[in-house]
Protein backbone atom coordinates (compact mmCIF):
# COMPACT_ATOMS: atom_id res chain seq x y z
CA UNK A 1 0.00 0.00 0.00
CA UNK A 2 1.17 3.62 -0.69
CA UNK A 3 0.99 5.47 2.31
CA UNK A 4 1.23 8.69 0.62
CA UNK A 5 -2.42 7.80 -1.31
CA UNK A 6 -3.69 7.49 2.15
CA UNK A 7 -2.62 11.26 3.22
CA UNK A 8 -5.06 12.60 0.87
CA UNK A 9 -7.89 10.57 3.23
CA UNK A 10 -7.54 12.84 5.64
CA UNK A 11 -9.95 15.65 5.06
CA UNK A 12 -12.39 13.74 4.34
CA UNK A 13 -13.41 12.23 8.39
CA UNK A 14 -12.68 16.07 9.26
CA UNK A 15 -15.28 17.24 6.70
CA UNK A 16 -17.44 14.44 7.52
CA UNK A 17 -17.47 14.31 11.38
CA UNK A 18 -17.38 17.96 11.87
CA UNK A 19 -18.92 20.38 8.67
CA UNK A 20 -21.46 18.08 6.53
CA UNK A 21 -21.52 14.72 5.42
CA UNK A 22 -22.82 15.10 2.20
CA UNK A 23 -19.75 17.63 1.31
CA UNK A 24 -17.50 15.04 2.98
CA UNK A 25 -19.07 12.48 0.90
CA UNK A 26 -18.81 13.87 -2.08
CA UNK A 27 -15.34 15.51 -1.53
CA UNK A 28 -14.33 11.67 -1.06
CA UNK A 29 -15.51 9.93 -3.97
CA UNK A 30 -13.82 12.70 -6.22
CA UNK A 31 -10.22 12.35 -4.71
CA UNK A 32 -11.34 8.78 -4.75
CA UNK A 33 -11.63 8.43 -8.38
CA UNK A 34 -9.00 10.90 -8.72
CA UNK A 35 -6.40 8.60 -7.12
CA UNK A 36 -8.00 5.82 -9.34
CA UNK A 37 -7.28 7.72 -12.19
CA UNK A 38 -3.91 8.92 -11.77
CA UNK A 39 -3.15 4.87 -10.88
CA UNK A 40 -4.63 4.37 -14.53
CA UNK A 41 -2.39 6.83 -16.28
CA UNK A 42 0.49 5.58 -14.52
CA UNK A 43 -0.10 2.12 -15.36
CA UNK A 44 -0.22 2.74 -19.27
CA UNK A 45 2.69 4.45 -19.33
CA UNK A 46 4.33 1.67 -17.64
CA UNK A 47 3.21 -0.78 -20.14
CA UNK A 48 5.39 -1.79 -23.52
CA UNK A 49 3.39 -0.66 -25.38
CA UNK A 50 2.27 2.32 -24.53
CA UNK A 51 5.80 3.88 -24.36
CA UNK A 52 4.87 5.91 -27.17
CA UNK A 53 2.60 7.85 -25.05
CA UNK A 54 5.23 8.77 -21.78
CA UNK A 55 7.88 9.71 -24.87
CA UNK A 56 4.92 12.23 -26.40
CA UNK A 57 3.48 13.73 -23.05
CA UNK A 58 6.98 13.58 -21.35
CA UNK A 59 9.65 14.00 -23.82
CA UNK A 60 12.14 11.87 -21.79
CA UNK A 61 14.75 9.66 -23.71
CA UNK A 62 15.02 5.72 -24.00
CA UNK A 63 17.16 5.79 -20.63
CA UNK A 64 14.93 7.86 -18.63
CA UNK A 65 12.07 5.88 -19.59
CA UNK A 66 13.43 2.90 -18.57
CA UNK A 67 14.82 4.10 -15.34
CA UNK A 68 11.24 5.98 -14.91
CA UNK A 69 9.36 2.47 -15.51
CA UNK A 70 11.76 0.69 -12.52
CA UNK A 71 10.89 4.07 -10.22
CA UNK A 72 7.38 3.55 -11.05
CA UNK A 73 7.56 7.37 -9.98
CA UNK A 74 7.07 9.31 -13.21
CA UNK A 75 3.65 10.56 -14.89
CA UNK A 76 1.11 13.13 -13.73
CA UNK A 77 2.17 14.29 -10.17
CA UNK A 78 -0.67 13.03 -7.62
CA UNK A 79 0.84 15.95 -5.50
CA UNK A 80 -0.44 18.32 -7.95
CA UNK A 81 -3.32 16.70 -9.46
CA UNK A 82 -5.29 15.87 -5.86
CA UNK A 83 -3.97 19.20 -4.52
CA UNK A 84 -5.65 20.65 -6.89
CA UNK A 85 -8.76 19.06 -7.11
CA UNK A 86 -9.44 19.07 -3.30
CA UNK A 87 -8.31 22.78 -2.48
CA UNK A 88 -10.80 23.59 -5.21
CA UNK A 89 -13.67 21.92 -4.93
CA UNK A 90 -13.38 23.44 -0.92
CA UNK A 91 -13.20 27.01 -2.13
CA UNK A 92 -16.58 26.20 -4.09
CA UNK A 93 -18.27 25.95 -0.65
CA UNK A 94 -17.31 29.23 0.17
CA UNK A 95 -18.10 30.18 -3.80
CA UNK A 96 -15.96 33.62 -3.30
CA UNK A 97 -12.87 34.46 -5.43
CA UNK A 98 -10.73 34.92 -2.20
CA UNK A 99 -10.82 31.35 -1.96
CA UNK A 100 -10.16 30.10 -5.41
CA UNK A 101 -7.36 32.50 -5.75
CA UNK A 102 -5.90 31.00 -2.45
CA UNK A 103 -6.80 27.66 -4.24
CA UNK A 104 -4.89 28.44 -7.04
CA UNK A 105 -1.83 30.11 -4.69
CA UNK A 106 -1.35 27.23 -2.86
CA UNK A 107 -1.81 24.55 -5.48
CA UNK A 108 1.32 26.32 -7.37
CA UNK A 109 3.42 26.66 -3.79
CA UNK A 110 3.30 22.99 -2.95
CA UNK A 111 3.44 21.80 -6.67
CA UNK A 112 6.78 24.20 -6.31
CA UNK A 113 7.84 22.89 -3.17
CA UNK A 114 7.66 18.81 -3.99
CA UNK A 115 9.71 19.90 -7.31
CA UNK A 116 12.47 21.97 -5.19
CA UNK A 117 12.88 18.86 -3.00
CA UNK A 118 13.38 16.69 -6.33
CA UNK A 119 10.05 14.40 -5.59
CA UNK A 120 8.75 15.63 -9.07
CA UNK A 121 9.64 16.94 -12.45
CA UNK A 122 7.45 20.57 -13.75
CA UNK A 123 6.29 18.34 -16.46
CA UNK A 124 4.82 15.50 -13.77
CA UNK A 125 3.16 18.74 -12.08
CA UNK A 126 2.17 20.07 -15.25
CA UNK A 127 0.36 16.98 -16.36
CA UNK A 128 -0.71 16.62 -12.72
CA UNK A 129 -2.50 19.82 -13.07
CA UNK A 130 -4.24 18.93 -16.47
CA UNK A 131 -5.60 16.05 -15.25
CA UNK A 132 -7.07 17.49 -12.27
CA UNK A 133 -8.32 20.39 -14.50
CA UNK A 134 -10.50 18.00 -16.44
CA UNK A 135 -11.56 16.10 -12.99
CA UNK A 136 -12.87 19.11 -11.31
CA UNK A 137 -14.81 20.38 -15.16
CA UNK A 138 -16.41 17.13 -14.92
CA UNK A 139 -17.02 17.75 -11.03
CA UNK A 140 -18.51 21.05 -11.60
CA UNK A 141 -20.52 20.09 -14.46
CA UNK A 142 -22.20 16.97 -12.70
CA UNK A 143 -21.84 17.64 -9.35
CA UNK A 144 -25.59 19.11 -9.35
CA UNK A 145 -26.85 15.89 -10.39
CA UNK A 146 -24.91 13.87 -8.39
CA UNK A 147 -25.95 15.11 -5.22
CA UNK A 148 -29.56 14.93 -6.44
CA UNK A 149 -29.08 11.10 -6.85
CA UNK A 150 -27.41 11.25 -2.98
CA UNK A 151 -30.90 12.69 -2.07
CA UNK A 152 -33.01 11.02 -4.15
CA UNK A 153 -31.06 7.43 -3.93
CA UNK A 154 -32.29 5.28 -1.52
CA UNK A 155 -30.66 2.50 0.79
CA UNK A 156 -30.66 -0.32 -2.23
CA UNK A 157 -29.39 2.44 -5.27
CA UNK A 158 -27.02 3.39 -3.01
CA UNK A 159 -25.62 -0.26 -2.48
CA UNK A 160 -25.79 -0.94 -6.32
CA UNK A 161 -24.16 2.69 -7.22
CA UNK A 162 -21.33 1.68 -4.82
CA UNK A 163 -20.51 -1.44 -5.82
CA UNK A 164 -20.86 -0.82 -9.88
CA UNK A 165 -18.13 1.46 -9.43
CA UNK A 166 -15.78 -0.28 -7.37
CA UNK A 167 -15.94 -3.39 -9.04
CA UNK A 168 -14.81 -1.19 -12.52
CA UNK A 169 -11.80 0.16 -10.09
CA UNK A 170 -10.95 -3.50 -9.41
CA UNK A 171 -10.88 -4.80 -13.15
CA UNK A 172 -8.35 -1.93 -13.71
CA UNK A 173 -5.55 -1.43 -13.66
CA UNK A 174 -4.01 -4.47 -11.64
CA UNK A 175 -1.84 -3.04 -8.80
CA UNK A 176 -2.72 -3.25 -4.96
CA UNK A 177 -3.18 0.40 -4.77
CA UNK A 178 -6.41 0.37 -6.99
CA UNK A 179 -7.81 -2.74 -4.82
CA UNK A 180 -7.18 0.19 -1.93
CA UNK A 181 -8.95 2.25 -3.48
CA UNK A 182 -11.62 0.32 -4.35
CA UNK A 183 -12.50 -0.99 -1.22
CA UNK A 184 -12.66 2.54 0.47
CA UNK A 185 -14.99 4.02 -2.12
CA UNK A 186 -17.31 0.61 -0.94
CA UNK A 187 -17.30 1.31 2.07
CA UNK A 188 -17.73 5.28 1.89
CA UNK A 189 -20.40 4.82 0.09
CA UNK A 190 -22.13 2.15 1.69
CA UNK A 191 -21.46 3.44 4.73
CA UNK A 192 -22.93 6.88 3.92
CA UNK A 193 -26.01 5.11 2.87
CA UNK A 194 -25.87 2.96 6.36
CA UNK A 195 -25.64 5.90 7.99
CA UNK A 196 -28.83 7.54 6.53
CA UNK A 197 -30.84 4.20 6.93
CA UNK A 198 -30.05 3.84 9.99
CA UNK A 199 -27.55 5.56 12.48
CA UNK A 200 -29.22 9.17 10.68
CA UNK A 201 -26.12 10.94 12.27
CA UNK A 202 -26.04 14.70 11.80
CA UNK A 203 -22.77 16.61 12.00
CA UNK A 204 -24.21 19.57 12.58
CA UNK A 205 -26.56 18.64 15.67
CA UNK A 206 -24.71 19.31 18.48
CA UNK A 207 -27.59 19.86 20.72
CA UNK A 208 -27.04 22.09 23.75
CA UNK A 209 -23.76 22.80 22.54
CA UNK A 210 -22.16 26.25 21.78
CA UNK A 211 -19.52 28.41 21.55
CA UNK A 212 -16.63 26.66 22.94
CA UNK A 213 -18.20 23.65 24.39
CA UNK A 214 -19.03 23.18 20.13
CA UNK A 215 -15.70 23.06 19.68
CA UNK A 216 -14.50 21.28 21.86
CA UNK A 217 -17.40 18.23 20.88
CA UNK A 218 -15.95 19.13 17.87
CA UNK A 219 -12.26 18.36 18.32
CA UNK A 220 -12.96 15.42 20.38
CA UNK A 221 -15.08 13.60 17.05
CA UNK A 222 -11.96 14.34 15.35
CA UNK A 223 -9.22 13.26 17.99
CA UNK A 224 -11.43 9.99 19.06
CA UNK A 225 -12.22 8.87 15.55
CA UNK A 226 -8.75 9.63 13.62
CA UNK A 227 -7.22 8.10 16.84
CA UNK A 228 -8.89 4.27 16.08
CA UNK A 229 -8.83 4.96 12.03
CA UNK A 230 -4.64 5.46 12.37
CA UNK A 231 -4.62 2.36 14.94
CA UNK A 232 -6.42 0.66 12.10
CA UNK A 233 -4.56 1.97 9.14
CA UNK A 234 -1.50 0.83 11.32
CA UNK A 235 -3.02 -2.47 11.76
CA UNK A 236 -3.28 -3.28 8.72
CA UNK A 237 -0.01 -1.98 7.67
CA UNK A 238 1.37 -4.60 9.53
CA UNK A 239 -0.62 -7.66 9.00
CA UNK A 240 -1.06 -7.12 4.61
CA UNK A 241 3.03 -8.00 4.15
CA UNK A 242 2.91 -11.12 6.66
CA UNK A 243 -0.19 -12.55 4.11
CA UNK A 244 1.78 -11.13 0.78
CA UNK A 245 2.12 -14.62 -0.77
CA UNK A 246 -1.28 -16.09 -0.15
CA UNK A 247 -3.43 -16.35 -2.59
CA UNK A 248 -6.02 -14.51 -1.17
CA UNK A 249 -3.94 -11.24 -0.75
CA UNK A 250 -6.14 -8.67 -3.37
CA UNK A 251 -9.54 -9.89 -1.20
CA UNK A 252 -7.82 -9.30 1.91
CA UNK A 253 -6.71 -6.12 1.28
CA UNK A 254 -9.86 -5.05 -0.22
CA UNK A 255 -11.70 -6.22 3.26
CA UNK A 256 -9.37 -4.25 5.10
CA UNK A 257 -10.17 -0.85 3.23
CA UNK A 258 -13.56 -1.79 3.32
CA UNK A 259 -13.97 -1.94 7.06
CA UNK A 260 -11.63 1.27 7.41
CA UNK A 261 -13.88 3.23 5.08
CA UNK A 262 -16.90 1.64 6.63
CA UNK A 263 -15.21 3.16 10.21
CA UNK A 264 -15.22 6.69 9.50
CA UNK A 265 -18.57 6.76 7.34
CA UNK A 266 -21.29 4.42 9.47
CA UNK A 267 -19.72 3.01 12.61
CA UNK A 268 -17.68 6.58 14.20
CA UNK A 269 -20.65 8.21 13.99
CA UNK A 270 -22.70 5.47 16.05
CA UNK A 271 -20.29 5.93 18.30
CA UNK A 272 -20.51 9.52 18.60
CA UNK A 273 -23.54 9.43 19.31
CA UNK A 274 -23.34 6.43 22.34
CA UNK A 275 -20.78 9.36 23.46
CA UNK A 276 -23.29 11.61 23.18
CA UNK A 277 -21.19 13.62 21.00
CA UNK A 278 -23.66 14.19 18.71
CA UNK A 279 -27.67 13.96 18.52
CA UNK A 280 -29.75 10.82 19.08
CA UNK A 281 -32.65 10.50 16.37
CA UNK A 282 -34.76 8.59 19.64
CA UNK A 283 -34.05 11.92 21.42
CA UNK A 284 -35.98 14.01 18.81
CA UNK A 285 -39.02 12.12 19.30
Do not use: H
Not at 43 to 57: A, N
Amino acid sequence: MEISLLLWLIPLPLVYWCVNEKKGLLLGIVILISLWINISVKFLMEQPGQIWLFRFFFNESERVIGAAADNAARGPSLIAQNTLVTLFIIASWFGKKIFYISAALLSVLIAAAVILLGRQSCVDAAAGWICGGIILCGYFLLSGRIESLVSAGGFRAGIICGASVSFIMILFPPAKEAIMTSGLLLGMILGYSLNNRFVKFNSADLRENAGARKFLVLAARFILGTAILVLMLYRVEKIIPVISQRQNIKLYSFLCYLLISLWVYVAAPWVFIKLRLAGSPAEDQ
